[in-house]
């Protein structure tokens, strides 16, 4: 496994956000991370990157192994080798990511300057051939541009050229679509789909829409008020959700050949972190709760298939 | 980045507000730097002969209480006033970037000291502080340069951390930091271009009040000494003389009341020109 995850815990003070988060990622493999805002996911990618302690938080408790070693603990200056090096991050939202100030091109150069030790020269032919890469039209001249001279697609390519030029192995995507226009969303899905498949990267898709894991991913974790409910295959997911949460999920795909009124919804919010529910966090928002399920927290199990859920109802069918 | 910035002042002088001021700070920096040359008569030629003489052809703008031209005087003078109030105006600039960005960037104990002591000496008036600092230092350009600097060294220290602390916490230093660089590389390459602007315009601001402080440090004996003229110095010695000659004191007032004024309009221009956030909205 390139990246594994074990009962990962991340606090802030009293509160644990994110708690028992295990879940892992190949080379070559795309996996979804999906949930409601609030529901722990950035918070895991801003973990993997080391970068919790700039926002206050910290790993409490789980381990976080990429490529064999543990990055809970890793001094700082070996975890910015690893950054933009080995892992790469794409951030939210392409429209700030990038520095209004600083032309295109030394933005991409950055990482390959940094870590690959490349000339400006160098730096500058390889940013080019990457730009070509993800098909930005007329790269060099592109490369002198400023950013609020680009598209929101074509800023979000270039978002994704600067995590490339490092040439990592595990890239971490967080909602790169949600800012975009829908057409400009698939394209971009498709960058990333083909990029994991002829460089063999590992990619954590981090996205509230399920259009885009059925689209893109091999297999999905579902998480909800910090913790993986489900884990499964994406077929297996989308054929058989065994989760009531990701039932409520796929529901909430709005079809063309819906009736009128017919759209649903999940009752309820997701509840802060400072006022979680006893019991299944999802426990008061649930169509098929227990009464066992508003005292026990449901643990999540994972079957030799590799696919799990976390939920008293659905392990009792 | 330099062309955009270039643009940025072509557009501000290209405003009426912006080329009426900019031409006038233009001669002024002109009259300053070739002072000697353009100054009809040297600027410490005494002649008793024509003492407190009104503005005439010869003496454009009459004579002083030694039959010195005034004129010659006040064009030397600029050349005082300006060298010592942009001279420390820039190494407030400097001096309250660094300390500024690290404060900012940093944070912690070393930002809370700091920043305490910064915020201390806000709470006077520069005039009292320059004039404290002078006093300590001694009388004469050196000490006015140092005093003066350290009057404005709160302001744009204050500016230049908040600049740096909303900075901060904006997506693309995120993203730098997630590409693996370090603190130097996010701070000059990312942070401080970003924040510069406002600072630069509140430094151009500044050097206005700059030049009051200097002609009233002046007008105290406290900066330049004779013979060497400075717009305040010439005005103390015109209070002797202000109903015998008016001139000597009012035309080095005007200059000052000018200068202040017009540097102000420009630094309004510059502010409308390099406007970011109007930018981004066009874009």
């Keep these: 496994m390139l990246l594994d995850l074990e009962m990962l ?51 409490a408790a789980g381990t976080i192994r990429f490529d064999g070693t543990d990055l809970v603990g890793l001094p700082e200056r070996q975890m910015r080798r690893l950054r933009g090096g080995r892992i790469a991050l794409i951030t939210q939202n392409p429209m700030t990511s990038l520095d209004s100030m600083m032309r295109i091109g030394p933005q991409i150069d950055q990482a390959a300057r940094l870590h690959l030790g490349l000339s400006r020269s160098a730096a500058r032919a390889r940013s080019l051939e990457l730009m070509a890469d993800l098909r930005i039209p007329d790269p060099a001249s592109v490369y002198d541009l400023f950013p609020h001279q680009l598209s929101g697609g074509m800023k979000q390519r270039i978002v994704i050229a600067m995590a490339l030029a490092g040439d990592p192995e595990l890239l971490i995507a967080d909602e790169p679509t949600t800012a975009l226009d829908v057409t400009v969303q698939a394209q971009i899905v498709q960058i990333l789909v083909d990029l994991v498949r002829q460089r063999g990267l590992g990619l954590i898709l981090i996205t509230h829409d399920m259009g885009v894991v059925a689209q893109a991913c091999d297999r999905v974790a579902v998480m909800y008020c910090g913790r993986v409910v489900e884990l499964a295959e994406v077929d297996a997911l989308f054929a058989q959700p065994r989760h009531p949460y990701t039932q409520a999920l796929i529901r909430c795909i709005p079809r063309h050949d819906m009736a009128r009124g017919t759209m649903s919804a999940i009752p309820g919010v997701v509840p802060s972190a400072a006022a979680q529910p006893p019991g299944c966090r999802f426990n008061p928002r649930c169509a098929r709760v227990a009464d066992r399920c508003r005292v026990e927290i449901p643990e999540l199990r994972i079957g030799v298939s590799g696919n799990g859920v976390a939920c008293h109802v659905a392990e009792a069918a | 980045m330099i062309k955009h910035r270039a643009l940025a002042l072509l557009k501000a002088v290209s405003t009426f507000k912006g080329g009426i001021s900019g031409a006038f700070l233009l001669l002024l920096v002109i009259g300053a730097l070739f002072a000697p040359w353009l100054s009809p008569y040297p600027y410490d030629q005494q002649d008793l002969g024509i003492m407190n003489q009104a503005p005439s052809l010869t003496h454009l703008f009459g004579t002083d209480e030694f039959g010195r031209d005034v004129l010659s005087r006040m064009i030397t003078g600029a050349r005082t006033s300006l060298s010592v109030s942009v001279t420390a105006i820039g190494i407030s600039v400097l001096l309250g970037l660094v300390l500024g960005a690290t404060c900012g960037y940093f944070g912690g104990t070393f930002d809370r000291v700091v920043m305490t002591v910064i915020d201390l000496t806000w709470s006077f008036p520069e ?157």
């Excluded at chain 1, 003070?13 to 892992?24: K, W, Y």
């Excluded at chain 1, 493999?29 to 970068?51: D, N, R």
């Excluded at chain 2, 660089?181 to 315009?201: C, D, Q, R, T």
């Excluded at chain 2, 700059?210 to 013979?227: D, K, N, R, S, V």
Aim: charged fraction near 10%.
């Design chain 1, 9 to 59: 815990r991340i606090s802030f003070g009293a509160f644990a956000p994110v708690d028992q988060v295990t879940l892992s990622v190949d080379r070559g493999e795309i996996l979804g991370i999906v949930g409601e805002s609030g529901s722990g996911k950035s918070l895991t990618a801003t973990a993997i990157m080391g970068l919790l302690p700039r926002i206050g938080g910290q790993v």
């Design chain 2, 127 to 283: 005039i009292l502080i320059a004039l404290m600092l002078v006093a300590i230092i001694g009388p004469g350009l050196e000490g006015v340069v140092i005093a003066i600097a350290i009057a404005y060294l709160a302001q744009f220290t204050r500016l230049t951390r908040t600049q740096i602390m909303s900075l901060k916490s904006e997506t693309y230093v995120e993203a730098t930091i997630s590409l693996g660089a370090g603190h130097a590389h996010v701070l000059f390459s990312h942070l401080l271009p970003n924040a510069l602007a406002p600072v630069l315009v509140a430094a151009m601001l500044a050097t206005g009040d700059a030049i009051i402080l200097e002609a009233t440090l002046g007008f105290f004996g406290l900066g330049a000494q004779p013979p060497t003229p400075s717009w305040g110095a010439m005005m103390s010695s015109g209070t002797a003389q202000l109903f015998i000659a008016p001139w000597v004191i009012l035309l080095p007032g005007l200059a000052v009341a000018l200068t202040v004024v017009f540097i102000n309009l420009f630094g309004d221009a510059v502010i409308a020109a390099l406007d970011v956030r109007a930018k981004f909205r066009e874009a």
